[in-house]
């Protein structure tokens, strides 16, 4: 069973005005992804993501170029000996480089669905799972800046839905950011799990500043405040309250997650599947975070391809935690591009796919009906 064709496509569709979210990061005009297609000597194909890196275009000619050179002919089921001919030709000697690191998730990750249609297993039993509720929180390009009413609106609408738990977007001010906490935590009352991401948009000031109201709220994280590297602000951050600090999402492998690990600032893990080297070494990090009784939340990326494979994953090892579940209004990658990547049950949780591999289809013709669309997906 060797690799016959690899194929990546970028595809992007606009986000209109009324379905637009303003994060730490910006304001929304489009929704990017890197679809991988790869293809064995027998016929039997496996689609994986790539996170889009804010570049699609480039990340997918990376695939469409260099990695597949390198992959062509390898045994398809040998996902470890594909991951070190990456790592050895391209990722290592040139640098722990984020975009080789996503490129090859895709790849990584569409050789696990090809291993599971090949033996007729879901990817979670393949993995070593069991089938189990896994705890999903409400996330995705959702809950952003907006008036404190509004927010409590739209967290509402996903309590209802059945969610137990929610992220909100924070990174505006600190002021304004607690107070559309202390809306929610209001609202919708003491049981709720809020969660909070800054998108990068703190300051080591503003951080000193909202991290006692975060705490007094009782807010279970405080992901990225600032940038991956900035080891030194999340180690000074670390001491001033009780608040976990979350991450991961924008670290790659797990060469750089035994930093984060042994820095002790960043206790709440992130992987994100489609960007840190695929499910094999998001194996690799569970492991690693396991013997330091650390837990893995991973961050979910833009397609109903990166999901499943996040809840397969979640399922499979033993110091999983949330999935985040995207809520974004609109989303074509999670409601169009392939078929439903889960169903939320009453109590907020999710449940691996029972098909094998990845367990869900992929349309061809959106691919070829929405081409990338070049220009950032943040303004």
């Keep these: 069973m060797k690799i016959a064709d690899v194929r990546a496509y970028p595809t992007s569709f606009p986000v209109p005005p009324e379905a637009s979210v303003v994060l730490g990061i910006g304001r929304t005009v489009k929704r990017d992804a890197v679809v991988v297609r790869v293809t064995t000597d027998g016929g039997l194909v496996g689609w994986g993501e790539s ?17 597949r050179q390198l992959v062509l002919g390898l045994d398809a089921a040998d996902v470890v000996g594909v991951w070190a001919r990456i790592y050895r030709m391209q990722l290592g000697s040139h640098g722990m480089g984020a975009g080789t690191s996503i490129a090859m998730s895709g790849i990584d990750m569409a050789l696990w669905d090809i291993r599971g249609k090949a033996t007729g297993w879901p990817l979670y039993r393949l993995l070593g799972g069991s089938s189990r509720p896994i705890p ?21 609408v996903h309590v209802a839905a059945g969610f137990r738990a929610v992220k909100l977007r924070l990174g505006d001010t600190p002021a304004r950011d607690l107070e559309r906490v202390a809306a929610v935590r209001q609202a ?18 503003d951080a000193r500043t909202a991290l006692p109201g975060l705490e007094a709220h009782g807010v279970g994280w405080l992901e990225e405040p600032f940038p991956a590297h900035d080891h030194r602000s999340y180690a000074l951050a670390a001491t001033w309250s009780r608040v976990p600090l979350a991450a991961g999402e924008n670290h790659y ?27 094999t070494e998001g ?31 979640l399922a499979a090892v033993d110091n999983g935690g949330y999935f985040e579940a995207d809520v974004s209004r609109g989303n074509l990658f999670r409601d169009a591009l392939t078929s439903p990547p889960y169903r939320l049950d009453a109590d907020g949780c999710v449940a691996p796919l029972e098909a094998p591999g990845l367990g869900v289809e992929v349309d061809e013709e959106f691919l070829a009906k929405h081409p990338v669309i070049e ?3 943040y303004v």
């Design 51 to 67: 996170h889009h890196g804010r570049a699609p275009g480039a990340v997918a000619h990376l695939v469409n170029t260099t990695l």
């Design 136 to 156: 999903a929180y409400a996330g995705g390009v959702s809950l952003g800046w907006q008036e404190p009413a509004a927010l409590v609106d739209e967290a509402r």
């Design 188 to 205: 919708l009352g003491p049981d709720l799990v809020i969660l909070t991401d800054a998108n990068t948009g703190y300051s080591l000031q």
């Design 253 to 279: 492998t797990r060469f750089e997650f035994t930093r984060v690990i042994e820095d002790r600032a960043i206790t709440i893990l992130q992987p994100d599947l489609a960007k840190t080297g695929g499910i």
């Design 283 to 313: 194996l690799r990090i569970a492991a690693l975070a396991g013997a330091w009784k650390l837990p893995i939340h991973p961050h979910t990326s833009m397609t109903g391809l990166s999901m499943a494979a996040t809840i397969h994953f």
């Design 375 to 377: 220009g950032p997906s």
